[in-house]
């Protein structure tokens, strides 16, 4: 993952790339740093599909990454409710 700033004020932009979601090419997420400090990036992969990985820095000891996959509102059923539902969840500690 490589962040960096956008061209507009406070935006954000992060090539993020792993062996299995973004095959076969990394991708770009667009995001920004809300007053909470955490960074929330994302991207539509497809049909209103979307990627979305927020990265929690707020804790001096720990950083905490979730990844969401969100989904639209005419794809949800009974068992999937419409909107975001995290598919992988990281804690590293900082030293």
């Known amino acids: 993952m490589i962040i960096g700033r956008a061209d507009e004020e406070g935006s954000l932009?992060?090539?993020w790339g792993d062996s299995w979601h973004q095959k076969p090419?990394?991708?770009i997420l667009y995001g920004s740093q809300p007053a909470d400090q955490n960074l929330?990036?994302?991207a539509d992969y497809g049909g209103g599909w979307r990627w979305r990985i927020i990265l929690?820095?707020?804790d001096e000891e720990q950083l905490r990454m979730e990844m969401q996959n969100v989904i639209p509102?005419?794809?949800a059923t009974a068992e999937?409710?419409?909107g975001p539902y995290p598919v992988m969840i990281m804690q590293t500690r900082r030293s």
């Open 73 to 75: 509102a005419e794809y």
């Open 40 to 42: 929330e990036f994302e």
């Open 25 to 27: 090419a990394p991708r």
């Open 13 to 15: 932009v992060t090539l």
């Open 80 to 82: 999937k409710a419409a």
């Open 56 to 58: 929690d820095a707020t």
